[in-house]
């Protein structure tokens, strides 16, 4: 959801640009990361904890925690949260990419 | 290996200031800068600042980010800028690793000054990592530079200023801020910024935690408890707050990964956020002509980010031979510009955990 109206910042409507998540088209605009918009689209797991899987969002969105790292365009482990969107991005999540064998 | 007399790392308040001195005094810098743009985190603050004019009291940081970048324009033949790019090695022989799109190369400088700023903590509590709890700064991120909502009803953990600032600015992008959590007695923040939130009525539950986040593949609900004067939970005390988010505004930790790296000396001080490098008068580490300043150095303000940033350009410019035309005024001005921002009852944990760390104040 995108803030409605504002007493200091404006937003004026940007181009749209279109992704896929998860095979899913999506709508973005420009200037978005590409965390902002999945958060737009009402889209909140961005990765899973390795061990139990458990779902997790982004925490910190400039690019410290790794919460949201995702494969974009083939490349693992992009932050999506620095990371501009791009029309026809294809965008990932890395849930059943990484498995811990244990003991 | 491209070869600079200065490097700063990051682009935020203190690296931008540290930069137009070191440029004045006609050194040849290269700012790196891990987001894609100059500005740091004042590039999201929509709030007035305090201090004084020097330190652009009455700004907007978001206003006060253009001015710092305007500031360099004059400079462009002796400046270099990249964005997009990570430092992510720091040698001992004054090498930087760096990291950018899907380029990997190296800088080799005179001096090198740190900025890197700083991260926020978090929380430990039941299913604190439930999509939908986010740091403050990231909701103050997703808000005020994309425009996106954080969510409809919203819970804020910590009263201190950014707590206070981020819930606010919640209220004027239109969320719901359902209360503000705060573990201690007391409001952390400055209290005009606490009474307009209670003037919006926002109830600031003091003496209280959350207990654990109740939701399945996202946060739905928090449970909050109320503390003892020992910090232990009050037996039937806890109610369930309905939220489908819940911000964490509990305090910064300074990003120290690369002085860590160059085996720099470092000190843990609590009162200011963590490990910190050990620094002389002149914000120079252990290590000859590398210098830190800003969050990186203990957690303040972004006013001290700045004034403390040019004190590095100034000392940088002068150990590579080339001393600022103004030297001796600026000096005596930056110490004194820091020295008022640190006075008084809110620069008291300051100035205890910079004693601490065996500073002169």
């Known amino acids: 959801m995108r803030i409605g109206g504002h007493p200091i910042l404006s937003f004026e409507k940007k181009k749209e640009l279109h992704f896929t998540f998860n095979g899913r088209d999506l709508i973005g605009y420009e200037g978005d990361t590409i965390a902002a918009a999945l958060h737009d689209n009402g889209i909140m797991h961005y990765s899973s904890s390795i061990l139990h899987k458990r779902p997790r969002g982004f925490y910190c969105a400039i690019g410290n925690c790794g919460s949201c790292n995702m494969t974009v365009d083939g490349i693992l482990n992009v932050k999506t949260c620095m990371t501009p969107l791009q029309d026809g991005m294809i965008v990932e999540s890395e849930a059943d990419e990484v498995t811990i064998h244990e003991e | 290996m491209r070869n600079r007399d200065l490097i700063i790392v990051g682009g935020g308040p203190a690296g931008l200031s540290a930069a137009r001195v070191a440029l004045e005094a006609g050194l040849s810098v290269t700012i790196i800068e891990r987001a894609n743009r100059l500005g740091g985190q004042l590039i999201k603050q929509t709030h007035k600042f305090f201090g004084s004019k020097e330190e652009y009291a009455k700004t907007r940081g978001i206003d006060i980010a ?47 000054i740190i900025a890197t700023g700083a991260s926020e903590k978090v929380l430990a509590f039941e299913n604190n990592d439930l999509p939908g709890i986010y740091g403050a700064g990231a909701v103050q991120t997703l808000m005020n530079l994309y425009g996106v909502l954080p969510g409809q009803t919203v819970v804020m953990v910590g009263s201190g200023n950014i707590g206070l600032i981020v819930s606010y600015q919640m209220i004027q992008a239109g969320v719901k801020v359902k209360a503000l959590l705060e573990a201690s007695s007391h409001i952390g923040g400055y209290l005009v910024h606490a009474s307009k939130l209670v003037r919006l009525g926002v109830p600031i539950l003091t003496k209280t935690t959350v207990k654990r986040a109740i939701g399945t593949n996202k946060i739905q609900q928090i449970e909050t408890v109320q503390l003892d004067e020992n910090w232990n939970y009050i037996a039937g005390t806890e109610t369930v707050i309905d939220c489908d988010a819940l911000c964490i505004s509990v305090g910064l930790t300074p990003l120290h990964q690369l002085l860590s790296m160059a085996d720099i000396e470092m000190i843990y001080i609590n009162e200011l956020g963590g490990l910190i490098p050990k620094k002389n008068e002149h914000y120079e580490t252990s290590m000859p002509r590398v210098y830190a300043c800003g969050d990186v150095t203990g957690i303040e303000e972004a006013s001290s980010a700045m004034v403390e940033g040019k004190i590095a350009g100034l000392m940088a410019s002068r150990d590579l031979g080339r001393s600022h035309p103004n030297f001796e005024t600026l000096e005596q001005e930056f110490k004194d510009q820091l020295q008022n921002l640190r006075q008084g009852p809110c620069g008291e944990k300051i100035r205890s955990g910079l004693t601490r760390a065996g500073e002169q104040l």
């Open chain 2, 66 to 112: 253009t001015i710092l970048i305007h500031d360099l324009d004059e400079f462009s033949d002796q400046l270099e800028v990249l964005n997009e790019a990570t430092v992510v090695g720091m040698y001992k022989d004054y090498v930087l690793t760096v990291y950018q799109g899907h380029d990997y190369f190296k800088y080799k400088a005179k001096a090198i």
